[in-house]
T-cell receptor, first 112, second 110 residues
Framework: DAGVTQSPTHLIKTRGQQVTLRCSPK?????VSWYQQALGQGPQFIFQYYEEEERQRGNFPDRFSGHQFPNYSSELNVNALLLGDSALYLC???????????FGPGTRLTVT | QKEVEQNSGPLSVPEGAIASLNCTYSDRVSQSFFWYRQYSGKSPELIMSIYSNGDKEDGRFTAQLNKASQYVSLLIRDSQPSDSATYLC??????????FGAGTRLTVKP
């Protein structure tokens, strides 16, 4: 039973560029949530996708957008990258919006 | 007040001791709570979930939820050096938005 997978593992971008991160949920899960984790802090909720729609959104600007596909996989897009966007981006999946979330290995994004 | 708050530690306990990790939450957090373990450089790993008042045990781990006092705790019995990690407390908001504490760093000394 495959767990949550994310790609790429690491990414280096320049300020102003755009990035797309990808996530495949755990088998049987239909809900995907994205988080940003800065060093020494807990994960910060970006948004959650369920039934291919953004259901909830945290306190992140519109530069952060996403998508969920019919197979429940998801993408996180960040436009006009800032140095402060450097962080570990985590994807988590669950079989219900209110149940336990299981995290993927994360994508380490460095913006220079 | 943050929705979920934890003592950042670090917390140090000797091998074999009981480690006690605590978390408080605000009124905006619903009744679902989760404890995650995160090793340095890795992603969070779910340890336990707790939905109702009282204790829930799973092996060496016991989660406790006290709704009246708005706190959640995690006890680790017979602590091992491999338990050394950051422990994240998380609570589900009424809109299913998950909020995390900043984490407590635990060190178990041999």
């Amino acid at each position: 039973d495959a767990g949550v997978t994310q790609s790429p593992t690491h990414l280096i971008k320049t300020r102003g560029q755009q990035v797309t991160l990808r996530c495949s949920p755990k088998s049987g899960h239909d809900t995907v949530s994205w988080y940003q984790q800065a060093l020494g802090q807990g994960p910060q909720f970006i948004f959650q996708y369920y039934e291919e729609e953004e259901r909830q959104r945290g306190n992140f600007p519109d530069r952060f957008s996403g998508h969920q596909f019919p197979n429940y996989s998801s993408e996180l897009n960040v436009n006009a990258l800032l140095l402060g966007d450097s962080a570990l981006y985590l994807c988590a999946s669950s079989w219900d919006r209110a149940r336990e979330q299981y995290f993927g290995p994360g994508t380490r994004l460095t913006v220079t | 007040q943050k929705e979920v708050e934890q003592n950042s530690g670090p917390l140090s306990v000797p091998e074999g001791a009981i480690a006690s990790l605590n978390c408080t939450y605000s009124d905006r957090v619903s009744q679902s709570f989760f404890w995650y373990r995160q090793y340095s450089g890795k992603s969070p790993e779910l340890i336990m979930s707790i939905y109702s008042n009282g204790d829930k045990e799973d092996g060496r781990f016991t989660a406790q939820l006290n709704k009246a006092s708005q706190y959640v705790s995690l006890l680790i019995r017979d602590s091992q050096p491999s338990d050394s990690a950051t422990y994240l407390c998380a609570g589900l908001m009424d809109n299913n938005d998950m909020r995390f504490g900043a984490g407590t760093r635990l060190t178990v000394k041999p």
